[in-house]
């Protein structure tokens, strides 16, 4: 296919075209603040541009997805290429979890990327499966119910509380962990800035997206009044996250769409209506079973740690500060952290003298701040919402000895203004 008009027009190269412009919509959201100046959180002005961002992110995405559902393949051979471009945010996985830095050009592409490609043609397959609008619909119902469920009190719910990096690792849209790095220009290096918008869409949320609309377009239902339907809710819920930071199950919205779009092409028996109703019996318990594995199995990997808190995206030299679960901003009660003051969103410059930016990927930062430190940590903190950076002392679990209290006390009891 020599013709650029020809490849723009093709399916597959509508995939490739929307998932590079939703990367690049990515890139703008990260690195914008470096050139211009970016509104603050919560005014008026910081809202429009985050909602602006994040209309453009859903319309570019839901475009990627719509095109994956036209591609010409075989279901067999659309996900197995879809599982072949996961393959780099897998790998950008394995070097976090070994404590490495991957290279700046995956940490920016993987899971804004590769990713979303992934995630549309693995759902434009499952979307395959489905053979009848029934079948749809029920599904899409269905789907309202689970992620209901799962945002809200069972796994997704569970790693929000224990404030676990899974999530944010491998959102679209996600990339702050990359400013520390020496890959950057100095002058980015030598500063802070903060995105347009912190909010981001999951993989999961993509590949749903393509899923409903792969099943609507080759059930040759109401494709286009799908697109808009989900377009329309899927902003209202964006919009309620970033005002008011509710956390909003995407497949509400979703499903929804595909229902308010199509229910003109269900007619379900009375013996599919029964089954229905097994169904949601079925869901109901499976529900509750995923509230109790996801509860108790996350509870016992210890997603709180001693100190209160765990460390979170990189802007610039520094490693913000995130509980470790409950409030967004108050450390655990009685944690290290919370005795020496500290407050979620705090930024930490050093530990015990050295530049966070220069222990990022060495080994050294995670397992400093995952133990309970035996002697105590001084932090350098730039604190939350201003440019005052104080040097903060970290107390160990023990008791502090007479001399440790000589030395660190006054730490300890001013350090905030």
């Given at each position: 296919m020599d013709d650029p008009v020809e490849f723009r027009q093709s399916a597959f190269g509508q995939v490739i075209?929307?998932?590079?412009?939703?990367?690049?919509l990515t890139l703008v959201n990260r690195f914008a603040g470096y050139v211009v100046p970016i509104a603050p959180y919560g005014t008026l002005s910081g809202h429009?541009?985050?909602l602006l961002y994040l209309a453009g992110l859903l319309y570019v995405l839901m475009r990627l997805t719509d095109a994956a559902a036209r591609l010409p393949l075989r279901t067999v051979s659309l996900f197995s290429i879809g599982l072949a471009f996961a393959i780099p945010m897998a790998i950008v996985l394995l070097m976090q979890y070994q404590h490495q830095r991957p290279p700046l050009f995956l940490t920016l592409t993987a899971n804004n990327l590769f990713l979303p490609i992934a995630a549309a043609m693995v759902g434009a397959a499952i979307g395959r499966i489905i053979k009848h609008p029934n079948t749809l619909l029920a599904g899409a119902g269905f789907a309202i119910f689970f992620d209901f469920v799962v945002v809200t009190m069972g796994t997704v719910?569970?790693?929000m509380k224990s404030n676990s990096s899974i999530?944010?690792?491998?959102?679209?849209?996600?990339?702050?962990?990359?400013?520390?790095s020496a890959e950057l220009p100095s002058w980015m290096r030598a500063r802070s800035a903060e995105p347009i918008t912190g909010v981001t869409i999951g993989p999961a949320d993509v590949l749903?997206?393509?899923l409903f609309q792969a099943a609507v377009?080759?059930?040759?239902?109401?494709?286009r009044s799908t697109f808009w339907w989900m377009f329309g809710l899927l902003m209202l819920a964006l919009a309620l996250v970033e005002m008011i930071g509710l956390p909003v199950p995407a497949l509400i919205p979703m499903g929804i769409a595909v229902l308010i779009a199509n229910a003109r092409h269900g007619a379900f028996t009375a013996t599919e209506k029964r089954d229905l109703a097994i169904g949601a019996v079925f869901a109901v318990f499976c529900a509750a079973l995923i509230i109790f594995i996801s509860q108790r199995t996350i509870s016992q990997s210890g997603g709180s740690t001693p100190l209160g808190f765990t460390i979170g995206p990189v802007s610039a030299n520094a490693f913000y500060v995130e509980p470790s679960g409950g409030d967004s901003k108050q450390l655990e009660k009685g944690s290290l952290g919370e005795q020496a003051g500290m407050i979620g969103g705090d930024q930490i410059l050093m530990i015990n003298n050295v530049p966070t930016g220069s222990l990022y990927g060495t080994g050294n930062l995670y397992p400093t701040l995952g133990d309970t430190p035996k002697k105590g940590l001084?932090?350098?903190?730039r604190l939350r919402d201003t440019q005052i950076v104080r040097d903060i002392y970290i107390p160990p679990s023990r008791p502090l000895t007479a001399e440790e209290?000589?030395?660190?006390?006054?730490?300890?009891r001013k350090v905030r203004p």
């Open positions: 075209l929307w998932a590079i412009s939703a990367c690049l429009f541009f985050s719910a569970q790693l999530i944010a690792s491998v959102s679209v849209g996600a990339g702050a962990s990359v400013a520390a749903f997206l393509a377009y080759h059930l040759r239902l109401s494709a001084v932090l350098r903190v209290e000589q030395k660190y006390g006054k730490l300890l």
